[in-house]
C-alpha cells in the first residue's frame, strides 16, 4: 500500500528557510521510474506544482521559484526533502508531496498535506 | 510556462444530471493532460491520465477527452459525492501547471 506523509514547522517567520520532509511507504526511489513531487496550495486557491525529483536524481522547479527551491532525496529513509528559502507570508499555504504515475506526470498519490503559516 | 484555463469557475448541476468540465491549454500539451477532484479539506484525488484513462478505482462515471489544447471532463450522472472542485493539470512541459479550478456545486 502506497503512503506518503508530510512533517515539518507549522509555523516559520519571514525571511526564514522552511524545510519540509515527505516519508513515504509502498514504493522506493531507487526503483527506475519513480518520482515524487510537491505541490503546494494557499488557503481558498489553487493548486501550485513545486517540485520534482526522479530515481535517477533529476531535479526539476517551479519556474517562478527554482530560486528558493531545493529538492533531495534520502533513499535509506525513503524520504524527500524541500527547502524553500526566504518565505513570506504569501507562501502560507497547504503543501503536499506526491508520488509520480510510472511512465506518466500525473500525481498518484498523495500525502494528506500540511499547513505552514508564514508570520511574524 | 504553459497557462491551464479552466471552465466555467463554477457550474450548478442537479444530482443524478450530467456535468461537463473544460480545461484549455495556452500550447499543446498532447494528451499528457490529468484531472483531480479535490473535496474540502482533503487533499486532490487522481481521477483521468493521459486525457481520458480512469485512474485506479474511479467510477466509470467519469471520462476525460480531448487532446492537444482542448479538454472535457465529463460525469454522466452525478451523484451527492461528486460536489467538489475539480483541477486539470499538464504534464507536457516543465514546469507542469494547474488549473485554477471548477468549483461543482449543487443545484
Known amino acids: 500500500q502506497v503512503t506518503l506523509k508530510e512533517s515539518g514547522p507549522a509555523l516559520v517567520k519571514p525571511t526564514q528557510t522552511l524545510t519540509l520532509t515527505c516519508t513515504f511507504f509502498g514504493f522506493s526511489l531507487t526503483t527506475s521510474g519513480m518520482r515524487v513531487s510537491w505541490i503546494r496550495q494557499p488557503p481558498g486557491k489553487a493548486l501550485e506544482w513545486l517540485a520534482r525529483?526522479?530515481?535517477?536524481?533529476?531535479?526539476f522547479y517551479s519556474t517562478s521559484l527554482k530560486t528558493r527551491l531545493t529538492i533531495s532525496k534520502d533513499t535509506s529513509r525513503n524520504q524527500v526533502v524541500l527547502t524553500m528559502t526566504n518565505m513570506d507570508p504569501v507562501d502560507t499555504g497547504t503543501y503536499y508531496c506526491a508520488r509520480i504515475r510510472d511512465g506518466s506526470g500525473s500525481l498518484d498519490y498523495w500525502g494528506q498535506g500540511t499547513l505552514v503559516t508564514v508570520s511574524s | 510556462e504553459i497557462v491551464m484555463t479552466q471552465s466555467p469557475a463554477t457550474l450548478s448541476v442537479s444530482p443524478g444530471e450530467r456535468a461537463t468540465l473544460s480545461c484549455r491549454a495556452s500550447q499543446s500539451v498532447s494528451s499528457n493532460l490529468a484531472w483531480y477532484q479535490q473535496k474540502l479539506g482533503q487533499a486532490p484525488r487522481l481521477l483521468i491520465y493521459?486525457?481520458?484513462t480512469r485512474a485506479t478505482g474511479i467510477p466509470a462515471r467519469f471520462s476525460g477527452s480531448g487532446s492537444g489544447t482542448e479538454f472535457t471532463l465529463t460525469i454522466s450522472s452525478l451523484q451527492s459525492e461528486d460536489f467538489a472542485v475539480y483541477y486539470c493539470?499538464?504534464?507536457?512541459?516543465?514546469?507542469?501547471?494547474f488549473g485554477q479550478g471548477t468549483k461543482l456545486e449543487i443545484k
Open positions: 493539470q499538464q504534464y507536457n512541459n516543465f514546469p507542469y501547471t
Open positions: 493521459g486525457a481520458s
Open positions: 525529483i526522479d530515481w535517477d536524481d533529476n531535479k
